[in-house]
């Protein structure tokens, strides 16, 4: 099983909105709603931001949002601020036989 | 407040077994509602789902890793614990336990990770 691929990175000064991609096939992202997203700084552990594809987690802020269309997730940062400088994941469920799959990571740079 | 704390050793030679630990605490492992997960980061590199157990002991592991891989649970302890065999320098990485959400399809607590590192 492939990883979901997504940018290497994106930018954006503070205030500005970015946007991720997720590209996986008709096997994982575009066979279920089972997107999520991942914010990981530096030397810590990945923490959910979005799950089934534009859900929040309690405690997120709403500057994120997710989105789907086919096979390609999106991850969209509003109102970039300096704490949102980090690397993004995306992963989906990929049925009972490969079951999780990550994407390629994204590092979000605010300018 | 869900905590997951990962343990084991740091160092482990190759072709020898790798084993952790994850603890967790506030909140019981018997709960039907999660899977209890393996997932492996080398440096610089993305997340691998490694395998997950649910309470009842039923396992599911990645096809890369299935032949090498066995997660099993603790419920007594509020432990699961995941063994790798015949590692080599490819398995070395921050290996991090997480709770996986049923229904969801996301991991919604992770532990902190711990670095095993594969080396003669």
């Known amino acids: 099983q492939s990883a979901l691929t997504q940018p290497p990175s994106a930018s954006g000064s503070p205030g500005q909105s970015v946007t991720i991609s997720c590209t996986g096939t008709s096997s994982d992202v575009g066979a279920y709603n089972y997107v999520s997203w991942y914010q990981q700084h530096p030397g810590k552990a990945p923490k959910l931001m979005i799950y089934?594809?534009?859900k929040w987690p309690s405690g997120v802020p709403d500057r994120f949002s997710g989105s789907k269309s086919g096979n390609t997730a999106s991850l969209t940062v509003s109102g970039l601020q300096a704490e949102d400088e980090a690397d993004y994941y995306c992963?989906?469920?990929?049925?009972?036989?490969?079951?999780?799959?990550f994407g390629t990571g994204t590092k979000v740079t605010v300018l | 407040q869900v905590q997951l704390q990962e343990s084991g050793p740091g160092l482990v030679k190759p072709s020898q077994t790798l084993s952790l630990t994850c603890t967790v605490s506030?909140?019981?492992?018997?709960?039907?509602?999660?899977?209890w997960s393996w997932i492996r980061q080398p440096a610089g590199k993305g997340l691998e789902w490694v395998g997950h157990v649910f309470a009842s002991g039923s396992t599911n592991y990645s096809p890369s890793l299935k032949s090498r891989v066995t997660i099993s649970v603790d419920t007594s302890k509020n432990q699961f614990s995941l063994k790798l065999t015949s590692v080599t320098a490819a398995d070395t990485a921050v290996y991090y336990c997480?709770?996986?959400?049923?229904?969801?399809?996301?991991?919604?607590?992770w532990g902190q990770g711990t670095l095993v590192t594969v080396s003669s």
């Open positions: 506030g909140g019981s492992i018997s709960s039907g509602s999660y899977y």
């Open positions: 992963s989906s469920y990929a049925g009972s036989n490969n079951f999780y799959v």
């Open positions: 089934e594809v534009n």
């Open positions: 997480a709770r996986y959400k049923r229904g969801s399809g996301s991991f919604d607590y």
